[in-house]
């Protein structure tokens, strides 16, 4: 076996070396041994260049470069066309008074206002000088005073003035029919009488001089109609007033009915105070 593989080699290697021989036509020894590997020999003339290959595939992107330095500021480009306006923002604060510019010229003047307070009651002046001395009228500072009213309702409430509202005589308007009270305008004597129809009801009922009660009477119903009356005489002031009310509760049966029966008040100046129409004298003179 190996003698076999031996002479395979030995063959190989002299028809290997003698075709090599016909190559390049140099004598050669069959089967001799390789020598040593001879020195470099000089570097043959390069040969002609190839061939462009194909173009190959693109390689991959490199690393990005370092940041250069800034460049020079360009010259100013073409201004753009305006925007569209924006959103009113919200109101900025109050900035500081301006300085006061020159005073303009007078308007027109305006529509005149509404009229303000009475001021204060100023301090009494200085008698005036005597006037010429008048005619003396003395009829005329007679004074007048006197009333007579009745009333068209029954029952009227307690302890308030009753309202008599049916004006029968008024001499000098000193009644007054929507308070039911007398008021006087001078001082003096005065009468005041009262009749009043009662029904259904017991009456307690007062003649009143500036809530004080001057005279009061009482009358019991025993079934029927029947009149209770008052009067008396009294001196007054100037502003005192005088009326008459009910002075105990559910006892107000005061009655009238204008077919046929009627509750009256009525009262009258018998005297002024002659003190008082003296001086008023002394004022006309």
């Given at each position: 076996m190996w003698a076999l593989m031996g002479v395979v080699c030995v063959c190989h290697c002299v028809f290997g070396q003698l075709f090599e021989t016909r190559l390049k036509g140099a004598p050669r020894l069959i089967c001799s041994v390789p020598g040593s590997p001879g020195l470099p020999g000089k570097p043959g003339p390069g040969g002609a260049p190839g061939a462009d290959g194909n173009v190959g595939i693109p390689g991959r992107d490199g690393r990005d470069g370092r940041k250069g330095e800034k460049g020079e500021k360009g010259d100013t480009g073409l201004k753009g066309r305006v925007g569209p306006t924006?959103?009113?923002?919200?109101?900025?604060?109050?900035?500081?008074?301006?300085?006061?510019?020159?005073?303009g010229e007078n308007g027109d003047r305006g529509p005149l206002g509404p009229l303000g307070h009475d001021g204060e009651k100023g301090d009494k002046g200085e008698r005036g000088p005597p006037g010429t001395a008048g005619t003396c009228r003395c009829g005329s500072l007679l004074p007048k005073s006197a009333f007579s009213v009745g009333i068209t309702s029954s029952y009227p409430t307690?302890?308030?003035?009753?309202?008599?509202?049916?004006?029968?005589?008024?001499?000098?308007?000193?009644?007054?029919?929507?308070?039911?009270?007398?008021?006087?305008?001078?001082?003096?004597?005065?009468?005041?009488?009262?009749?009043i129809t009662l029904a259904n009801k017991h009456l307690a009922i007062g003649l009143v001089q500036n809530g004080q009660y001057r005279i009061k009477t009482f009358d019991a119903n025993t079934g029927n109609h029947d009149v209770a009356s008052g009067s008396t005489v009294m001196f007054l002031n100037p502003e005192d007033e005088v009326w008459l009310e009910i002075f105990y509760r559910d006892q107000n049966g005061l009655f009238a009915d204008p077919g046929w029966a009627d509750s009256l008040f009525s009262g009258f100046l018998l005297y002024a105070d002659t003190n008082y129409f003296d001086t008023l004298a002394a004022d006309y003179a």
């Open positions: 924006g959103k009113i923002g919200e109101r900025g604060d109050r900035g500081p008074a301006g300085k006061q510019g020159p005073t307690e302890y308030t003035p009753i309202k008599f509202n049916k004006v029968l005589f008024n001499e000098g308007g000193h009644y007054n029919p929507q308070t039911g009270k007398f008021i006087c305008a001078y001082p003096g004597i005065y009468y005041f009488s009262y009749d």
